[in-house]
């Protein structure tokens, strides 16, 4: 591998040179198609220590969608309901373990993962290839491909896929470095092991936390440690489902993220499943106008005549009412906060999207109203003790 790769340009056009280098020894990637760029590195970098810790924690194959490094969405390799593989629009496909991590990472938001980074914890088989083949998609890192997997690839994008394999045995320095306005900071890498162990001290009055929310909020927590911090991330059923990141405010995270749980909550109503489209709809554009069909903006898709450019018959809009009632059936909602939670207006944000378990750092002078609001909806809350801020 060689020792350092020259960029196009930075993160904009006028930002010139640029590269990525090594100090000492080689580059742990290498560039098999393409030409991937000053972002989709740092989306490549940042993607990879994800799903490898994903891997790690839970044993499963993981996978993650990055846009602007931070994650759209990242999951395990669970199988898929036949519920969600309509909704991630993979009905019609074999997936593999690792197949079916991405499509759980790429259906969570799949507005925020138009034009995505791809990142694996294992080598890329033929069907998670045919998958992103489909996909508006800028690039893969993964340990390896297979030779059908990498063909595929290869003819994404008219041959300009960006295909990167990273060296699965690669340690960093221990010590990092960032160059802020020509001033280089140094700060020990954060090594931190996220495990059940952090999931110990349960402060609320209710304190099971089954296996499977213990594993989905390690998923919350680990994906929280590659997000752009304020953050917040709800997860379910081995997958993140709402990530609220780079929110000045603890409670826009928790918003933002829950309005994207609810979204994809949304996405699973018998109606949008059953949404009449014109068969020749292009997939970003049924995800366009599904978003904005469960969208409190949902007369702008079904005015008259607008509706004629996406289905063969005008669908019967959502009630805000109805949408109330099938949001108040989703339960057991996983939630990690990378920060203590000041307010306990973040708790009766989430438990709008089904929350029942959640994972924070405690640490608030109002960590009591906090827990007294927990408590309130028979929510369980683990104080982690660790903070997990990334920038």
Known sequence: MPRELELKYGCNPNQKPARIFMQQGELPV????????????????????????????????????????????????????????????????????????????????????????????????????????REVSDGIIAPGYTDEALEIL???????????????????????????????????????????TLLENVVTAHKEIPDDAKRDLLIALITLKYTQSNSVCYAKNGQAIGVGAGQQSRVHCTRLAGQKADNWWLRQHERVLALPFKPDIRRPDRDNTIDVYISDDSDDVLADGAWQNFFTERPVPLTREEKRAWLDRLDGVSLGSDAFFPFGDNIERARRSGVRYIAQPGGSIRDDNVIETCDKYGIAMAFTGIRLFHH
């Open 30 to 133: 290498e560039v098999l198609n393409g030409k991937p760029g000053f972002i989709n590195f740092l989306d490549a970098l940042n993607s990879w220590q994800l799903v490898r810790e994903l891997k790690a924690a839970t044993g499963l194959a993981a996978a993650a969608s990055f846009k602007h490094v931070s994650p759209a969405g990242a999951a395990v390799g669970l199988p898929l309901s036949e519920v969600e593989k309509k909704i991630y629009f993979v009905d019609d496909l074999k997936l593999s373990p690792v197949a079916c991590a991405y499509a759980r990472a790429r259906g969570a938001d799949r507005m925020s993962s138009y034009g995505d980074w791809a990142a694996l914890s294992d080598v890329c088989d033929a069907e998670t290839a045919r998958l992103l083949a």
């Open 154 to 196: 290869k003819g994404k994008r008219r041959g300009g896929y960006n295909i990167v394999r990273i060296d699965p045995d690669y340690v960093p320095a221990p010590v990092e470095h960032k160059d802020v306005f020509g001033v280089t900071f140094e700060q020990g890498r954060n090594e931190l092991v996220i495990d059940r």
